[in-house]
Each structure stands twice: as structure tokens, then as C-alpha cells.
């Protein structure tokens, strides 16, 4: 296994995943209050303002690397497009999120970002097994997880969603395996 990056940085053909900074705040903001790109996730509140991202980005700069990772998708004309992150679940699993602003949907960057985050935690932290789960609403990012290498499970997870105002929402549960 390699050694832990501290603050690991990992370039894509367009973009480069990295640490979030306080900077990126009002761009991430701006991009999450957005209640179609809050509402597919589970901890995001809406509305989504400056706070929140702070908030979220100092629990960021908390985060244990060799157990869990963030990352700031960074586009080179765009800047802070999106996040993606590596988090702990019981058990010792470490489950894959992200999100991305509406105005760069379709082109690709969520692919992109997912399968480069998939290598980087390969190759960082020996992992062979990644899970996610996709709301059954958002077959978009069913379709990201696909196209990363994520196979569906057949498992129905019902998870909630802070935007959605706590309520139970079916997750199709996938895994990624090295």
C-alpha cells in the first residue's frame, strides 16, 4: 500500500481534483443552491448558502486522509465545479459521493472526475471495492457510476435527503471492484 497523500492533487484530461479551500465557498454555494442538484443528495440542505459551504469545507479540512477524502472539482476556466468525496461507512467500506452544478450536467465532468478519484483511491489506499448509491429519481448518475465502473448490486437502500426534507428516498446501491 502506498503512503498517504496529505494533500493529494489528481489531474484528469480536463479537470484536477483537490483539497477544498475557503476560497471555493461562495463558487461551491452558488452551484449547490440548486434545488435539483440538492436534492439528489443526502446531506445537503436547501436552500444552500455561503455558511453551509464553509461549514462543509472546514469538516472537510477535518477529515481523517487515510479514512476519508474530499475533493473539489476544479475546472481550469470554470473553477470549483462540483465535489466528490471517499466516505467511511460501518464496517470499514468507504462509499463514493459527488455532485456537480447544473450548468456543467452533460458534459462529462462527473465521469471523468469519478473514474480519477477511483484510480487515485486504488493506488493511495490499496482499495478494491468502492461502493455509491444513486437516488432511483436520478438515473443521470446511475448512468456516471456505470460509465466509472460501478455494476448495480440489486440492493435498495432507503436514504434520506436533507433537501428533500429528511424524507426516505429508494438508493440503488452499485459497487466498483479494481
Not at 23 to 31: E, G, M, V
Not at 48 to 74: C, M, Q, R, T, W
Not at 100 to 112: D, K, M, S, V, Y
Not at 149 to 165: I, M, Q
Request: include cysteine; charge should be negative; charged fraction near 20%.
Amino acid at each position: 500500500m502506498c503512503a498517504i497523500e496529505l494533500e493529494p492533487v489528481i489531474t484528469t484530461q480536463r479537470l484536477r481534483l483537490r483539497k477544498p479551500r475557503r476560497s471555493d465557498a461562495a463558487q461551491l454555494a452558488t452551484y449547490a443552491n440548486d434545488f435539483d442538484v440538492a436534492r439528489m443528495t443526502t446531506a445537503m440542505p436547501y436552500p444552500y448558502g455561503v455558511e453551509h459551504a464553509e461549514g462543509f469545507l472546514e469538516k472537510a479540512s477535518e477529515a481523517d486522509p487515510a479514512n476519508e477524502a474530499v475533493f473539489v472539482i476544479d475546472h481550469p476556466e470554470h473553477g470549483a465545479i462540483g465535489v466528490l468525496g471517499f466516505h467511511a461507512k460501518d464496517g470499514g467500506e468507504r462509499e463514493m459521493g459527488y455532485w456537480i452544478g447544473r450548468p456543467h450536467w452533460g458534459e462529462g465532468f462527473a465521469t471523468e472526475a469519478a473514474q480519477g478519484a477511483l484510480v487515485w483511491a486504488h493506488q493511495a489506499w490499496g482499495r478494491r471495492y468502492m461502493r455509491a448509491g444513486h437516488f432511483a429519481d436520478n438515473p443521470a448518475s446511475g448512468q456516471v457510476l456505470c460509465k466509472a465502473g460501478f455494476l448495480y448490486t440489486g440492493d435498495v437502500e432507503l436514504r434520506s435527503s436533507v433537501a428533500r426534507g429528511g424524507r426516505a428516498t429508494p438508493t440503488r446501491m452499485m459497487v466498483w471492484l479494481a
